[in-house]
C-alpha cells in the first residue's frame, strides 16, 4: 500500500525559508512522478512542483526561482526547499506520487505551513 508522509511544516516569518520532505512507502519510487501541491483557505488545490523520474522539474510561476523540489531514490523522499517565504505561500502542503500506467494519484495528509507578514 502507498503512503506518502510530508514533514517540515510550521510558522515562519516573511522572507524565511522552510524545507519540506515527503517520505514514501509501498512502491518503486524511482520509477514515480512526484509533486507538491497546496491548498490555501477558501482556495482550490494548485501545483507547487513536480519532478519526473529522470529528474525533469516544473515549476508553478508563482514559486519560479524561490523553491526547488529534488528528489532522493535511496531514501524513497521528495523534498521542496522553499526561500523568499511570502504571506500568500501560506497552505496546507500536499505530496502527490504518481505511479506510470495507474489510473489513480496517491496523497500525503498535508503539512500546514504559515508566512507571517
Known amino acids: 500500500q502507498v503512503q506518502l508522509v510530508e514533514s517540515g511544516g510550521g510558522l515562519v516569518q516573511a522572507g524565511g525559508s522552510l524545507r519540506l520532505s515527503c517520505a514514501a512507502s509501498?512502491?518503486?519510487?524511482?520509477?514515480?512522478?512526484m509533486g507538491w501541491y497546496r491548498q490555501a483557505p477558501g482556495k482550490e488545490r494548485e501545483l507547487v512542483a513536480t519532478i519526473s523520474n529522470s529528474e525533469s522539474t516544473k515549476y508553478a510561476d508563482s514559486v519560479k526561482g524561490r523553491f526547488t523540489i529534488s528528489r532522493d531514490n535511496a531514501k524513497s523522499t521528495v523534498y521542496l526547499q522553499m526561500n523568499s517565504l511570502k504571506p500568500e505561500d501560506t497552505a496546507v502542503y500536499y505530496c502527490n506520487e504518481r505511479i506510470p500506467f495507474s489510473p489513480v494519484d496517491y496523497w500525503g495528509k498535508g503539512t500546514l505551513v504559515t508566512v507571517s507578514s
Open positions: 509501498g512502491s518503486i519510487f524511482r520509477l514515480n512522478a
